[in-house]
C-alpha cells in the first residue's frame, strides 16, 4: 500500500512566516490529499491535487504535486496562531485510486507551532 | 449540513472488557470508514462500507474487532475483549461517492483509554 511520508515531523515559526511542509509517496497515485488536524475542529480536509496538476491553491494554501519526484508540498503564507495543528497528506489505494472505492493512507504528519 | 456524528466522545476501561463506538455519516453519503489513530501517528484505516457492504477491512483485527453498518447509515464499531495497546482515537469518516478518491469528512471522534 501507499504512504506519503511528511517532512519535518515538526515545525515552529513566528506569525506572519511561512510554513512549507513535505510529503514523499512510494507508488503512481491520481490524486494526493492534505489535512489539518487540530483539538478544536478534529481532522479536517484541506485541499486535493489530482496528478494532472502541477499546483493549486486554496486562500493561503498552496499545493504543489511533482509526480516525477513522487512527492508534494503544502505551503502556508502569512501564518497566524489559528493555524497551529498537524497536517497529513493522503494518498488513494489500489490502482491509482480508480478503484480503490476512496481508501486513503494517511502518513505520520508534521506539527505545526505558530507563536503569536 | 450536519456532520459527522459519534459517540462516546471519551471512554475509559479496564483491558478485557468491551466496549462500543456508534457513527452518523452526514446524510446521504454511502461510504463510511473508521481509522484507529494512535497518538503521535497519522490515522490508519480500520474498515470501510459502502453502503451496507465491506469493501476493505484488511487491517481490522478481527479476532477482537467487529463492525457493521445496518440499513447503510449508522456504524457500530466494537472491541471485545480490549487491550492496552486499543488505547487511541477513533475516528469516522464519510464520504459522498463510491468509486475513485474523494475528499472524506471526520467526525470528532472517540478518545479511547484502555487501563
Known amino acids: 500500500s501507499q504512504q506519503g511520508e511528511e517532512d519535518p515531523q515538526a515545525l515552529s515559526i513566528q506569525e506572519g512566516e511561512n510554513a512549507t511542509m513535505n510529503c514523499s509517496y512510494k507508488?503512481?497515485?491520481?490524486?494526493l490529499q492534505w489535512y489539518r488536524q487540530n483539538s478544536g475542529r478534529g481532522l479536517v480536509h484541506l485541499i486535493l491535487?489530482?496528478?494532472?496538476?502541477r499546483e493549486k491553491h486554496s486562500g493561503r494554501l498552496r499545493v504543489t504535486l511533482d509526480t516525477s519526484k513522487k512527492s508534494s508540498s503544502l505551503l502556508i503564507t502569512a501564518s497566524r496562531a489559528a493555524d497551529t495543528a498537524s497536517y497529513f497528506c493522503?494518498?488513494?489505494?489500489?490502482?491509482?485510486?480508480?478503484?480503490?472505492?476512496?481508501?486513503?493512507?494517511f502518513g505520520q504528519g508534521t506539527i505545526l507551532t505558530v507563536h503569536p | 449540513e450536519a456532520g459527522v456524528a459519534q459517540s462516546p466522545r471519551y471512554k475509559i476501561i479496564e483491558k478485557r472488557q468491551s466496549v462500543a463506538f456508534w457513527c452518523n455519516p452526514i446524510s446521504g453519503h454511502a461510504t463510511l470508514y473508521w481509522y484507529q489513530q494512535i497518538l503521535g501517528q497519522g490515522p490508519k484505516l480500520l474498515i470501510q462500507f459502502q453502503n451496507n457492504g465491506v469493501v476493505d477491512d484488511s487491517q481490522l483485527p478481527k479476532d477482537r474487532f467487529s463492525a457493521e453498518r445496518l440499513k447503510g447509515v449508522d456504524s457500530t464499531l466494537k472491541i471485545q475483549p480490549a487491550k492496552l495497546e486499543d488505547s487511541a482515537v477513533y475516528l469516522c469518516?464519510?464520504?459522498?461517492?463510491?468509486?475513485?478518491?474523494?475528499?472524506?469528512?471526520f467526525g470528532p471522534g472517540t478518545r479511547l483509554t484502555v487501563t
Open positions: 493522503a494518498t488513494p489505494d489500489g490502482d491509482a485510486g480508480g478503484t480503490s472505492y476512496g481508501k486513503l493512507t
Open positions: 491535487i489530482r496528478s494532472n496538476e
Open positions: 469518516a464519510s464520504s459522498p461517492s463510491g468509486q475513485g478518491t474523494y475528499e472524506q469528512y
Open positions: 507508488t503512481s497515485i491520481n490524486n
